[in-house]
């Protein structure tokens, strides 16, 4: 019976708030959708391929249509790269450092990207709306709605932050270590 009571500690210790569980399910479906739009690109460059060198043909949208896509799948994937630990890091400094200095620079580290994240947000937002505002198209044939194209912006940098904040509380309140590395 002790041994049921001590489990159950264990995993309401460990259990995460719902804010931690709805940012994890919305930067996993925004790698999903980051995923798909890079097979769907991959699936428009086939096909381009075949109409230009078998069927001799010329393409309209499909270039435009594989930048847009490709870059989408970057700012949407965003959070789930950083869910992932995914980015490009060096611990050295945070080994160095003692536990309680790496608990201050991983605080620092994340307000400052939150920051910088919410400039850009800011920016990429009014860009967004000026697109769709003005109902700015593309210069090609093809002429796709700008606003469409461009709201991979602010939703990419928007999940960016939420995933950020999710990390930053995550420290703060103790739930994860900082950099992943346990206290010597």
């Known amino acids: 019976m002790s041994g049921n009571a001590h489990s159950n500690a264990a995993s309401a210790k460990t259990q995460k708030p719902v804010f931690f569980k709805v940012v994890a399910f919305l930067s996993t479906l925004s790698g999903w959708c980051s995923a798909g739009m890079t097979v769907i690109a991959i699936a428009i460059t086939c096909q381009m391929i075949f109409v230009r060198f078998v069927l001799n043909g010329s393409t309209v ?33 945070p080994l160095m450092l003692p536990p309680s200095g790496r608990y201050f620079l991983a605080i620092f580290t994340y307000s400052i990207s939150i920051i910088t994240i919410s400039i850009m ?3 990429s ?6 697109a769709f505002t003005r109902g700015w198209t593309s210069d090609s044939v093809w002429a796709p709605s700008l606003w469409i194209v461009y709201s991979s912006l602010p939703i990419g ?8 904040t999710s990390d930053l509380a995550a420290i703060v ?11 010597d």
């Open 125 to 130: 937002y009014e860009f967004w709306h000026l």
């Open 121 to 123: 947000l800011w920016f």
């Open 173 to 183: 309140l103790k739930l994860e270590a900082p950099f992943g590395l346990e206290a």
């Open 61 to 93: 949208w499909q270039t435009e249509a594989v930048v847009f896509l490709i870059v989408a799948a970057t700012l949407i994937g965003l959070p789930f790269v950083q869910q992932l630990r995914g980015h490009v890091n060096v611990n050295l400094i």
């Open 157 to 164: 940098f928007s999940l960016l932050i939420l995933q950020l």
